[in-house]
């Protein structure tokens, strides 16, 4: 038993092992704060869990299923104080050094994409490779310094410019349009990444070489059409096939944590769910080599 983490069984994809032998730990963090649109991230958790059991865990295009190749558990969601981000950030930062410190990777079923300011802090001299369609580099959004709007923002106060890198994006107020033609952040839009998608994976994959990386996957990178329940959708994405992609080359970087973020449940019809479950799936089966 951790503390401030409440047991949810099946667990992710259902064949879990016990957290002691476990390399990769699944957890559910139900922030659901600051949205100033759709809710019901809170919700997400439960649902891609749900989605999980209901696919298959052998991966074609890997020729493995995840569960043989990596010893894979699910600790439960973190309980978090509702009205309270700050507490919530402490407790969230308390179960993420608890998991680096015992060497396992931590999986994060999110909540709203402002988790990752918490999570991410916590480890040192990473690359944040950052998939999403939205910059989140706001400084402040409606007065609000840390939100889903702000939350990479926020990031560099801890983290060099140079080592954000932002893959999918295709929209941003002017503000961040001006901040970001004044710092080294890296940023490869929509249409690049459809372009050429293994020519952008294989640049960041020689930029971020064998260094440690934190991934975070904003759902609504993915066009609605494949991801409708998102909490701010942005027309104009990629597929879910194209992301599976993505992540099959993705995956081989130096993965130390990763959360995927902002499903808002109630909107969704399972399609962006099941697009969840299913790229954790590929992630995996990516990083399976890795992780012997
Ligand atoms: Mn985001």
């Known amino acids: 038993m951790i503390e401030h983490v409440t047991p949810v069984r099946p667990g992710f994809g259902g064949f879990d092992e016990p957290y002691e032998r476990a390399k990769v730990v699944f957890m559910g ?20 869990r749900e989605a999980s059991m209901n696919l298959e865990t052998y991966l074609m295009s890997a020729k493995l299923d995840v569960f043989e190749e990596i010893r ?8 978090l104080v509702p009205t309270d981000l700050k507490a ?11 998991l680096l410190g015992e060497e396992k990777v931590p999986a994060i079923l999110g909540g709203e994409h402002t988790l990752t300011y918490f999570s991410s802090k916590v480890l040192k001299d990473i690359f944040l490779v950052q998939i999403d369609a939205h910059r989140d580099l706001r400084d402040e959004y409606m007065g609000d310094k840390l939100c889903h709007a702000t939350v990479m923002r926020r ?16 929209s941003c107020s002017k503000e961040e349009a001006e901040f970001t033609g004044s710092t080294k952040v890296q940023a490869y839009t929509t249409e690049q990444l459809l372009d ?7 640049e960041v994959r020689k930029k971020v070489s064998g260094a440690s990386v934190y991934l975070s996957l ?4 993915l066009d609605p059409a ?5 909490s701010t959708p942005e027309p104009g994405g990629i597929s879910t096939l194209d992301l599976l992609k993505l992540l099959r080359h993705l995956g081989r970087m130096n993965i130390q944590a990763f959360d995927v973020v902002e499903l808002a449940a109630p909107h969704d019809d399972g399609t962006t ?13 990516a990083m399976s080599s890795s992780l012997k």
């Not at 990031?155 to 295709?170: A, H, S, T």
């Not at 769910?273 to 089966?285: G, H, M, S």
Request: hydrophobic share 50%; aromatic share 8%.
């Open 273 to 285: 769910a099941f697009a969840a479950a299913r790229v954790i799936y590929e992630l995996l089966a």
């Open 155 to 170: 990031v560099l106060d801890f983290l060099p410019p140079e080592r954000l890198i932002q893959l999918g994006v295709r």
């Open 29 to 48: 963090v139900p922030l659901d704060v600051t949205s100033s649109y759709r809710t019901g991230m809170k919700f997400a958790p439960a649902r891609i």
């Open 218 to 221: 904003d759902l609504d990178v």
């Open 226 to 230: 494949f991801a409708p329940g998102v």
């Open 72 to 79: 894979i558990s699910d600790i439960g969601d973190i309980v």
């Open 196 to 202: 050429d998608l293994r020519g952008v994976a294989s």
């Open 88 to 98: 919530s950030g402490e407790r969230i930062e308390r179960v993420m050094k608890k």
